[in-house]
């Protein structure tokens, strides 16, 4: 039994340990590397701000902003390519400014950026970095944290639910053998993918004997009869019981409307708390049709950014649940913002997230603040060292929630020893 433990630790990795049925996920835990709230506040001005970019499942676009009174602030921007570049040039447009002036100053990037698209795609995602690390500054400034600069905590720990992609191949013994990773875990919701089904789909060059294709948005009987086996298959594992964990499925925007309904009557049976993205991005009307037939939730939002791309989809009730990408969406208050728009339809917001340690509790702090919230996604189960990257008094995570720290800021400091060892090729480490 004792060996059965020690070699699921290692498996789990150095950052990860379940003792007693409770699964933590800490990094170099104490509060080493945290810094002091300047006795002067006012005077204070940006100096400087400098990026690292980390592998890991994803890019991690880390961002330092730096002042005269040594005080710094800590943000993440969601990946993409051209993003650390942007995220550089918006220094210009920092320094010399009072730190603790966020909103003026986002807003301050987001007109000045205009001309480079700064209400959609890599220009958004970049001021939404910097926006994360000016709201760090501030609370380490004034010496409280960002959740209470934002208007304060409805919830201490915030619902995380596990990304937990899919079967390493179609066959069902793989997809229950995943079921079974993440169920270690000890969440109480996991969500994985279904549009990968099967997985000679997406390569198909020749048409298949089913309806769908490599190219095309159709389900054939076969493809939605395959879907639910394995769906099926992990929800067997994960239990099916009053205190079963949640399930939520992802399209990945792959189907059309109709199909995508036929696909949510076939899944209803398995009480998903949500079917996501069913159809492409951007058009309202088609995902309204969704919501309006499908007996199963739909959820959508993380393709989308600022609040302006928000309107219909809350306006005309075109979906049921909202998913936002904090740290692409245009950051913090910009997130508290669509959750407000969506608040007037009584629709409950979720986080799509991808983020380190960093981005994730910056998500975590708004994710408090937001009344009608439902989850925040973790989709890092498959990164053992995530933790490790970080300082951070306590876990970041356990048993599937993050408790939000009562520390200045976000209340997390890199650990640079081991950021530095996932430096992505060709970034350099806050130089
Ligand atoms: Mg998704």
Same mark, same amino acid.
């Given at each position: 039994m004792r060996e059965k433990l020690k070699s699921r630790r290692k498996f789990l990795g150095a950052g990860a340990a379940t003792v007693g049925g409770a699964f933590a996920i800490a990094g170099d835990t104490g509060t080493r590397g945290a810094e002091q709230a300047p006795k002067e506040k006012s005077g204070i001005k940006i100096t400087d701000l400098k990026t690292a970019t980390l592998r890991a499942n994803f890019d991690w676009h880390l961002i330092r902003v730096y002042t005269n009174a040594g005080v710094t602030g800590l943000g993440e921007a969601y990946w993409g390519a051209g993003v650390e570049d942007l995220i550089r040039r918006m220094k210009q447009l920092l320094v010399g400014e009072d730190p603790l002036s966020v909103d003026r100053l986002t807003t301050k990037m987001v007109r000045s950026m205009s001309g480079a698209g700064s209400q959609s795609g890599a220009t958004v995602t970049a001021i939404s970095g910097i926006e994360i690390a000016l709201w760090d500054l501030a609370g +380490?400034?004034?010496?409280?944290?960002?959740?209470?600069?934002?208007?304060?905590?409805?919830?201490? *720990?915030?619902?995380?639910?596990?990304?937990?992609?899919?079967?390493?191949?179609?066959?069902?013994?793989?997809?229950?053998?995943?079921?079974?990773?993440? !169920?270690? +875990?000890?969440?109480?919701?996991? !969500?994985?993918?279904?549009?990968?089904?099967? !997985?000679?789909?997406?390569? *198909?060059?020749?048409?298949? &004997?089913?309806?769908?294709?490599?190219?095309?948005?159709?389900?054939?009987?076969?493809?939605?009869?395959?879907?639910?086996?394995? %769906? &099926?298959?992990?929800?067997?594992?994960?239990? $099916?019981?009053?205190?079963?964990?949640?399930?939520?499925?992802?399209?990945?925007?792959?189907?059309?409307?109709?199909?995508?309904?036929?696909?949510?009557?076939?899944?209803?049976?398995?009480?998903? @708390?949500?079917?996501?993205?069913?159809?492409?991005?951007?058009?309202?009307?088609?995902? !309204?049709? %969704?919501?309006?037939?499908?007996?199963?939730?739909?959820?959508?939002?993380e393709n989308l950014y600022t609040k302006y791309e928000f309107r219909e989809l809350t306006?005309?009730?075109?979906?049921?649940?909202?998913? @936002?990408?904090?740290?692409?969406?245009?950051?913090?208050?910009?997130?508290?913002?669509?959750?407000?728009?969506?608040?007037?339809?009584?629709?409950? &917001?979720?986080?799509?997230?991808?983020?380190?340690?960093?981005?994730?509790?910056?998500? *975590?702090?708004? *994710?408090? &603040?937001?009344?009608?919230?439902?989850?925040?996604?973790?989709?890092?189960? $498959? %990164?053992p060292w995530w933790a490790e990257t970080v300082h951070y008094d306590g876990p970041v995570m356990e048993n599937g929630f993050i408790k939000v720290a009562n520390r200045p800021g976000l209340g997390v400091e890199l650990n640079d020893e081991v950021c530095r060892k996932y430096l992505e090729k060709g970034s350099t480490y806050f130089e």
């Open positions: +380490k400034i004034l010496g409280v944290p960002v959740y209470q600069l934002l208007g304060g905590k409805y919830r201490d *720990a915030v619902r995380v639910y596990c990304d937990s992609g899919e079967g390493k191949t179609d066959d069902i013994g793989s997809w229950r053998e995943r079921a079974q990773f993440v !169920k270690s +875990k000890n969440f109480n919701w996991y !969500k994985f993918d279904c549009d990968g089904i099967p !997985k000679d789909r997406a390569r *198909a060059s020749q048409p298949y &004997t089913r309806r769908a294709d490599g190219w095309n948005r159709l389900l054939g009987e076969d493809d939605i009869r395959m879907i639910v086996e394995r %769906v &099926t298959a992990a929800r067997e594992v994960l239990g $099916d019981g009053p205190s079963a964990p949640e399930m939520s499925i992802d399209c990945h925007w792959s189907f059309d409307a109709r199909d995508a309904v036929r696909l949510a009557e076939a899944l209803a049976p398995l009480k998903l @708390i949500w079917l996501e993205d069913p159809v492409p991005p951007k058009n309202w009307a088609a995902m !309204k049709f %969704v919501a309006d037939h499908s007996p199963v939730a739909i959820a959508t939002g306006q005309e009730h075109a979906c049921d649940i909202l998913h @936002i990408d904090v740290p692409k969406v245009g950051g913090l208050r910009e997130s508290q913002r669509i959750a407000d728009m969506a608040d007037l339809e009584f629709i409950p &917001t979720a986080i799509h997230n991808v983020a380190s340690p960093v981005g994730t509790l910056a998500c *975590a702090h708004v *994710a408090a &603040t937001i009344p009608d919230f439902l989850a925040l996604e973790w989709h890092s189960v $498959d %990164v």
